[in-house]
């Protein structure tokens, strides 16, 4: 794997004594200005409200959906394809994973912990929280209180002169909306950080906007909407923004009341809010573990199963109406000719029906309904983002769920 | 009452729509130069984690302490002894109570929600968060990597030359060290309001501290220590500093591993953080009134009760050995002859054997094990501190602890 350096493993939070002492040395302390990166990021994805003000998202006082155990030996499942050939669990190590489970067929075969992490533990799903804001919306359309085909500024008229105003909330939810914002995680003067900094996720600057409202409405437009897919934060908090004025409540309930409430999770989640008490809906929401394999377990059956509901199956199947045309030419298009992306999800368009949430710093929610299976992976990354790794994770999942469906395990 | 205006009860925060809106107009904005203020704490106090970084204190995996109900119509009681008589259902109305419970042998008897607040709200402790310190100290007495009479600059070298270097750790435990701090709660220049703003209360000045370490480390000495009680919010934070250098380990988690995790709580608990990771133990913890209640009733019982333990008798007993001599002259020893302070509870010296732990703006747990009662109160007062209202706490609840043992409810 190009990861490892050496031919060692990846050190932990531990191993580093992130945060240990008191104080902790200037070089063990995880901060504001460097919690998302390597090595720091180890200790911060298992600790983001102890960085960023946070609410709580209550499961409620609902039954748990349970998951049966049904261990089954993978850890030296060979990963054909992935550079190197690791074995699963040598995979694991490399790729600073934290927490990993397999589901299938509602069945645990396979859950592993590293880093710290427990099943207790709420970990950082960066972008895999737009999927739960996609789903999030269908509650509010199908209850009328929100159209797909309605402009942004009917509901948020503050909107209508930034490059937001005249999408439609479909195309909040496809990504077509089109806006100038560059999404370069590691560029200090791209619009994603400082979509950050309002949102208190990173040290403020003395011109930055003071919260993410006001930043979203500082964005300018692009080209014509609804013509291309344009992966953009942004694009996802104003969705939110448009969900909190057409509810008349705060994003944070919203989410617990017409989701998180509902699905049977095991434990609060938690997101982290800025100075105006906004939820960072594209990318602030903490899970455990299993209960992101719950949501991707509900999502694997449209939605519904046992009583327990993280949407309808009519909204769960808008995923599948995106274009691919509207994604061609870039890498995802590129790995997956009939790919496309709706409703804050990516489709590959493969015969097996697989489709996935992901977060940058290695944060995947991987869905395959033929094969019954969902993959569920919390890591930490030293880098947000590299096609080799990615590339690299979308083929261990592939090779894995290839070996689930071949030896029937 | 005095704090009733107009004959009118208190606005909740729903009904002044704190933090409603998106974004809240500023009228309505809850922020950290104002959550702690009335009427913005009406909100603030249910939601510290959501303005100042905050850790789990985790509950674990073990099984919940059961308290069954066992209701009683304590609503009429009227309260002799407060101002203007009021019935219990008017008092806890008229003193912006967030919830209040009555357990009397281990049975809910009275619980009573207001301002928003559910048997699952977290609610801002204040400085009932000492009590928990003291108790969580024990543990690492007896288990002999703390020495009561031990120096603190023994454990933490660098406050060798402030004003707690040698103060020993039983003195910071009966609040006996002597250090030049003023506790008002209200004088923004006090020092009770920059070690606020060192530990991300409130908003920073350019001149504070960067974390509590720093700001403890400043503070001067004054006269001998011993000698007499000098409530003081530092002289917990400086006990909480040297358990975690005795113990090797941060203070949230010492909190959860020998506390919170053994008391049978229902709820996860919450504590801020400063910039540095310091939990603030002086008053930033957060618990469900139900857990503050079971809390109390181990404490009833000494602190160990059906395998759930908050601390070792012997230890829970070390309340009782406080001086009464030592907290001569103040408002506590005119309303309290007998009264003493130790082990950061304080104790009435009454012939019920009450005890209790208190923080500002109204939060309350009373003890009285001759009357195998616990009251928890958890309040969003305007103002943090009056004596009359302080008053009129106490006689109230010695008036409903009367009335229990009179009619034997």
């Not at 013509?227 to 953009?232: H, L, T, V």
């Not at 377990?297 to 449209?302: A, G, K, R, Y």
Request: proline letters at 6%; hydrophobic letters at 40%.
């Amino acid at each position: 794997m190009s990861l490892r350096v050496g031919g060692r493993r990846p050190a932990t939070a531990a191993e580093l004594g992130l945060m240990e002492g008191a104080p902790p040395p200037p070089a063990q302390h995880v901060t504001l200005a460097n919690w998302l990166e390597g090595p720091f990021n180890r200790w911060g994805f298992q600790h983001a409200s102890e960085l960023v003000p946070s609410a709580a998202v209550s499961r409620g006082d609902g039954p748990v959906l349970e998951l049966p155990t049904a261990p089954a030996d993978l850890d030296r499942v060979v990963l054909d394809g992935v550079a190197e050939t690791p074995t699963l669990s040598e995979f694991l190590v490399d790729t600073y994973t934290d927490g990993f489970l397999v589901l299938r067929e509602g069945a645990i075969r396979y859950e592993r912990y590293f880093n710290g992490m427990t099943p207790r533990s709420l970990h950082l799903l960066h972008s895999i929280s737009k999927s739960f804001c996609g789903m999030a919306t269908g509650s509010l359309v199908e209850r009328g209180v929100l159209e797909v085909d309605g402009r942004v500024s009917t509901y948020v008229p503050e909107l209508w002169d930034s490059g937001f105003g005249d999408a439609t909330v479909g195309q909040l939810l496809d990504m077509t909306a089109s806006v100038a914002f560059n999404e370069d995680y590691e560029d200090p003067d791209a619009e994603v950080q400082m979509q950050d900094r309002a949102a208190g996720w990173r040290p403020r600057r003395s011109d930055d906007p003071p919260h993410a409202y006001a930043f979203l409405a500082s964005l300018r437009p692009r080209d014509a909407h609804g013509r291309a897919f344009q992966y953009c934060s942004a694009t996802t908090d104003v969705l939110a923004w448009v969900l909190e004025r057409a509810s008349g409540r705060r994003y944070q309930a919203l989410l617990a009341e017409e989701l998180w409430s509902r699905i049977g999770a095991e434990h609060d989640a938690a997101i982290t809010v800025d100075a105006a008490g906004f939820a960072f809906a594209n990318g602030g929401l903490s899970a455990s573990l299993r209960d992101l394999a719950r949501f991707g377990h509900l999502m694997l059956h449209d939605g519904e199963i046992d009583g327990f509901r993280a949407v309808s199956p009519s909204w769960a199947r808008r995923r599948l109406e995106g274009e691919p045309a509207l994604v061609a030419g870039g890498e995802f298009a590129a790995a997956y000719p009939r790919g496309s992306y709706s409703t804050q999800w990516w489709c590959t368009g493969d015969d097996l029906g697989t489709f996935y949430g992901v977060g940058i710093y290695g944060q995947c929610v991987w869905i395959v309904p033929a094969a019954s299976t969902v993959i569920a992976k919390l890591s930490s990354l030293p880098r947000p983002l590299d096609p080799e790794t990615t590339r690299d994770h979308h083929r261990a999942f592939r090779a894995l769920v290839a070996f689930l469906l071949e030896s029937e395990v």
